[in-house]
């Protein structure tokens, strides 16, 4: 069986093998700072985001991306282990800036589940989710200094297409993946 068939989609939750894409909730503002709050993930993430410094703070970010207006099959998730219902993470969808006209697939996990392959499995079932509302293609963008997104960009079944300082800023490496390329294997890659 094709990853393909195991991705399904119940309204705005997502569901994969392992993981159980859903929206975010207030409630998840503890478990969301074990990851947000990391020094380890924050780093990766400035200037689009900042390390969150508190369960106060993190509750007023998710109330700020609950309130978001955006367009299916935009959006972000609270990602979930399917068989113990812990969030671990959350992965996104967005436009990327400046112009908002490319879609980038964004992942973060707390660094306990970090080697486990989540972080790939929840990009390629979002990337799926994309594909099946008629996106075309999807791109990530890594810090050069960032092997294991590199690498997990590449496990989603992502093509390193080269280095830009187009989004955020800064240099970045670009990863992209079109829809007819998704689930077909790939030779490993730069990196």
């Known amino acids: 069986m094709s990853r393909e068939h195991r991705v399904t989609v119940e309204g705005r939750t997502i569901r994969s093998p392992r ?8 409630e998840d503002a503890e478990a969301a700072l ?5 020094a380890d993930v924050a780093r990766w993430l400035s200037p689009a985001m900042e390390r969150v410094d508190g369960v106060d703070r993190m509750r ?11 367009e299916p099959p935009q959006g972000r998730w609270a990602v979930e282990l399917s068989g113990t219902g812990e969030l671990v993470g959350g992965v996104a969808v967005l436009p990327l800036p400046p112009q908002g006209e490319d879609l980038e697939v964004a992942w973060q996990l707390a660094p306990h589940a ?11 079932a979002v990337a799926h989710h994309a594909f099946a509302s008629g996106v075309d293609e999807l791109f990530a963008v890594v810090r050069t200094q ?6 997990t960009a590449q496990r989603v079944g992502m093509e390193w297409v080269g280095e ?3 989004y ?8 992209r993946l079109r829809k007819g390329e998704l689930d077909v294997p ?4 730069r990196g």
């Open 164 to 166: 830009t300082e187009k």
């Open 186 to 189: 790939i030779a490993p890659q």
């Open 146 to 151: 960032n092997g294991r997104g590199a690498a």
């Open 114 to 124: 970090w080697g486990h392959g989540y972080a790939a499995e929840a990009g390629h």
């Open 34 to 38: 074990a990851v947000y709050g990391e």
């Open 19 to 26: 993981l159980t894409l859903r929206p975010w909730v207030l």
């Open 168 to 175: 955020y800023d800064l240099r970045l490496q670009v990863f």
């Open 60 to 70: 007023s970010l998710i109330g700020t991306w609950l309130g978001e207006d955006l």
